[in-house]
T-cell receptor
Framework: QKEVEQNSGPLSVPEGAIASLNCTYSDRGSQSFFWYRQYSGKSPELIMFIYSNGDKEDGRFTAQLNKASQYVSLLIRDSQPSDSATYLCAVYSNYQLIWGAGTKLIIKP | GAVVSQHPSWVICKSGTSVKIECRSLDFQATTMFWYRQFPKQSLMLMATSNEGSKATYEQGVEKDKFLINHASLTLSTLTVTSAHPEDSSFYIC??????????FGPGTRLTVT
């Protein structure tokens, strides 16, 4: 069974620091990788996607993909209290999107 | 990013009645849409995959006769909860698949069955 694993947290990070969120996946044939943010009581919002090994940067967010080790991570620089949310990792594998259970991130002022 | 709308955003209905939820992709055509359900403090649960012009594919354990899905056009999918019961009360969220297999989510519909 294909799986996507995330630490449920909560992960507590001081304001202004770098938040690092990690995700591992089981299917080596996975092609596309996505990070979503979900605020409490709201629907998920797509933050970033990555397909190739290495880093992809978008503003304060950096996605990192390592296919050999089968992990994808999301770095949030200069963390703000508004970044407090649950972050969902999703992996496209064999014609379906497999979801992680999410990591709850808390940014402490 | 692409915009997906849902209507209504919240609904209260009596037990035994049916409720229809609409999901629209506003600025792109979506061949594939998805319906999820999420209970408080729990993960997203995929209910079904909806493909334009064909029958929906339901996940194991989801009753297709209770949760009717119609995807009649490239911009509209509907979910009808038939004979709703209090245990159907949940947050229902649709999404539309983009060209790179990413999903864009609607704002969700909060259903309360009394």
């Amino acid at each position: 069974q294909k799986e996507v694993e995330q630490n449920s947290g909560p992960l507590s990070v001081p304001e202004g620091a770098i938040a690092s969120l990690n995700c591992t996946y089981s299917d080596r044939g996975s092609q596309s990788f996505f990070w979503y943010r979900q605020y409490s009581g709201k629907s998920p919002e797509l933050i970033m996607f990555i397909y190739s090994n290495g880093d992809k940067e978008d503003g304060r967010f950096t996605a990192q993909l390592n296919k050999a080790s089968q992990y994808v991570s999301l770095l949030i620089r200069d963390s703000q209290p508004s970044d407090s949310a649950t972050y969902l990792c999703a992996v496209y594998s064999n014609y379906q999107l497999i979801w992680g259970a999410g990591t709850k991130l808390i940014i402490k002022p | 990013g692409a915009v997906v709308s849902q209507h209504p955003s919240w609904v209260i209905c009596k037990s035994g009645t049916s409720v229809k939820i609409e999901c629209r992709s506003l600025d792109f055509q979506a061949t594939t849409m998805f319906w999820y359900r999420q209970f408080p403090k729990q993960s997203l649960m995929l209910m079904a995959t909806s493909n334009e012009g064909s029958k929906a594919t339901y996940e194991q354990g989801v009753e297709k006769d209770k949760f009717l899905i119609n995807h009649a056009s490239l911009t509209l999918s509907t979910l009808t909860v038939t004979s709703a019961h209090p245990e159907d009360s949940s947050f229902y969220i649709c999404s539309a698949q983009g060209q790179l297999y990413e999903q864009y989510f609607g704002p969700g519909t909060r259903l309360t069955v009394t």
